[in-house]
């Protein structure tokens, strides 16, 4: 079975000045379909640079990352934004959601940028409120939420155009325990209806969710 | 693909979170348009009113004066030199009588009008008894003067409507005495109203205002000419009869379609550079949308970065920054000349101001050229944000 995202031999390197910093070192990994998969790492480990890589937000200096079968290597920024937009769904820490602006546009946005019809659009996106169990704050402002209810609003914002992958970079980070765990139960809920997730964190408890662990240490991946 | 309305809906609402901020962007173009907008309303109230002026004698007005129609000559000749005279108009009458309706010298001056206790600023016109003809009034009530008036210096006046109105109210002033200086005068008839120049003046016979007034200079002559004859032709004529009298570049004639290009040329260049002036406001009104948009673009650095990690390209974040700078720019411009057009109102009682069509495209036109000339660089530097330094900006 072809994996759902491949990265083969990524390197990145930073240059500054006459010192080459490496932040990836040859990394070889492989994610399959339906698989929880955690990429984990101190501070450092070169974590971040993986997830925005395989986010296709960056490019690797070296190797080639491959989407669905399809090689993303060479592809234009207009191709590469596309693929982000059909593909990949982004849950940040600090959930990025867009400042007085309802719940309804937050999670409407990437269909904005889709080829999906706008006559969908409030359809698609009620649905995935829904899931996330928000109706009820469907026309709340984004500041008028709390920091769980921010996150799943941004879970249904990455959920609504049905990608292939979500990649949650430390989901739980800016919540209290109680929130995180409700937030943790709904990425096992997604997965457990079929949806790829692949969760970045420093936080070893956290990671202990995800059914397959990609530690990383010093740009390499170590297990 | 990014559908348009969209794009305006995001482009309203982020300017709608900083209402203040937008207003006061909008202000530097509202003044601009307003400016270009109101001064050539004002030019174009003058160029119509001059218009309207001239339009009112007829076009088949010569008019001789001291040499002002030569740009080479000295202009103080047309006051230091004057050599104009009431014998032009025999001369006139003599070579060309036939083919013209009449003839008069005119002389103005400034005079303080008495009547009892009433007193009124007004021009005193001393022209001779065609100048009636000549100027194409008509009579509210009584008579003009006559050539034997004229013969023998009468001392009697034809009143404009509006020095009828202000000194005599409903009164009828025919047969009344009225005051010009210390001398005293009889009111013979009034005029019709014809505008606001020839209402303001008070009519008398030339011969009367030389001897009365101590005046030796003619202030112009008017022709009228028959509207079966070529008026160029005509004018070829008087001048060529005037050289009995005088050098070639101690006069000048001119039809009225002479002076009104002379004028509405003078009028033109006004308006453009009055337009240019108010024109810099504009750029000033510009560079303002500039900084905002470029403080826009940075506090929305993180929103830039998740717009582009959802699927937003460069170009659909640079086309959202660059209609809020155009939506900016638009709607300052539509005040500015919402704000124009009521200024034309507020001075449509003295001046029929009006907007030229030209006027308000040029003000929506440069309004979107503003937008965009000065939207461009923050609209690029939007789109060509890194993703991943947008997202960690804080």
């Given at each position: 079975m072809t994996p759902v995202l491949q990265a083969q031999n990524v390197c990145k390197y930073y240059d500054l000045g006459t010192q080459r910093i490496e932040a990836l070192k040859n990394v070889s990994i492989e994610i399959q379909k339906g698989e929880f998969v955690a990429i984990v790492g101190k501070s450092g480990s070169g974590k971040s640079t993986l997830m925005h890589i395989l986010g296709l937000l960056d490019t690797p200096s070296e190797g080639e990352v491959i989407l669905n079968g399809v090689?993303?290597?060479?592809?234009?920024e207009k191709e590469l934004a596309g693929v982000r937009n059909n593909e990949i769904g982004f849950v940040f820490q600090s959930f990025n959601l867009l400042q007085r602006t309802t719940v309804l546009d937050n999670v409407m946005l990437p269909l904005k940028y889709?080829?999906?019809?706008?006559?969908e659009w409030k359809k698609r996106a009620l649905e995935k409120i829904e899931l996330v169990g928000l109706s009820e704050r469907l026309n709340n402002k984004s500041n008028e939420l709390s920091g769980g209810q921010k996150q799943r609003v941004a879970i249904a914002r990455a959920l609504v155009n049905n990608p292939s992958i979500i990649l949650a970079d430390e989901?739980?980070?800016?919540?209290d325990s109680k929130t995180g765990e409700e937030i943790v139960k709904n990425f096992l809920d997604l997965n457990s209806q079929g949806k790829t997730i692949i969760l970045v964190t420093h936080d070893d408890d956290l990671a202990k969710i995800a059914k397959r662990q990609i530690v990383l240490k010093d740009g390499y991946v170590v297990k | 693909m990014i559908y348009i309305p969209e794009i305006v809906k995001s482009a309203l609402s982020a300017l709608s979170l900083n209402k203040v901020r937008t207003f006061l962007t909008m202000l530097g173009v509202i003044i601009g348009v307003f400016s270009v907008v109101a001064l050539v309303a004002v030019v174009q109230g003058f160029q119509n009113y001059i218009t309207d002026q001239f339009n009112s004698l007829g076009s088949n007005l010569l008019l001789v004066t001291p040499s002002i129609g030569n740009g080479n000559q000295d202009p103080s000749r047309a006051f230091m030199g004057n050599k104009l005279s009431v014998k032009n108009i025999d001369t006139i009458n003599l070579y060309v009588g036939d083919k013209i309706e009449g003839a008069t010298v005119s002389v103005r001056i400034a005079k303080t009008i008495k009547y009892k206790t009433k007193e009124y600023d007004s021009t005193v016109v001393g022209g001779n008894y065609m100048s009636y003809d000549v100027y194409g009034l008509s009579k509210y009530s009584g008579d003009y003067y006559t050539k034997s008036d004229d013969a023998r210096e009468a001392k009697v006046v034809f009143l404009g409507w509006k020095v009828k109105e202000e000194l005599f109210g409903d009164q009828d002033p025919v047969g009344q005495k009225i005051k010009i200086d210390n001398s005293t005068f009889e009111v013979i008839g009034v005029a019709d109203s014809k505008g606001q120049t020839f209402d303001d003046r008070v009519y008398i016979p030339d011969s009367t205002l030389r001897s009365e007034f101590n005046i030796d200079t003619v202030s112009s002559i008017a022709v009228k000419v028959k509207e079966s004859y070529d008026i160029e032709e005509v004018l070829r004529e008087v001048k060529t009869a005037l050289f009995k009298d005088m050098k070639a570049d101690d006069f000048s004639v001119v039809t009225q379609k002479d002076v009104l290009s002379s004028i509405d040329q003078i009028l033109g260049v006004l308006s453009i550079a009055l337009a240019a002036v108010a024109g810099i406001s504009l750029l000033v009104g510009g560079i303002g949308i500039m900084n905002i948009m470029l403080v826009s673009v940075t506090e929305r650095t993180q929103e830039i970065g998740l717009r582009k990690a959802l699927g937003a390209t460069s170009a659909n974040i640079g086309i959202q920054f660059m209609i809020e700078a155009i939506f900016i720019s638009v709607v300052g411009g539509s005040i500015g000349l919402g704000l124009g057009y009521l200024s034309t109102l507020a001075v449509r009682s003295f001046l029929r101001a009006t907007i030229p069509w030209w006027t308000v495209l040029l003000a929506l036109g440069f309004s979107i050229f503003v937008g965009i000339v000065f939207g461009t660089y923050p609209a690029v530097r939007a789109g060509k944000k890194d993703p991943i330094e947008a997202l960690r900006f804080e």
């Open positions: 090689n993303t290597k060479g592809m234009s889709s080829s999906v019809p706008n006559t989901p739980t980070g800016n919540l | -």
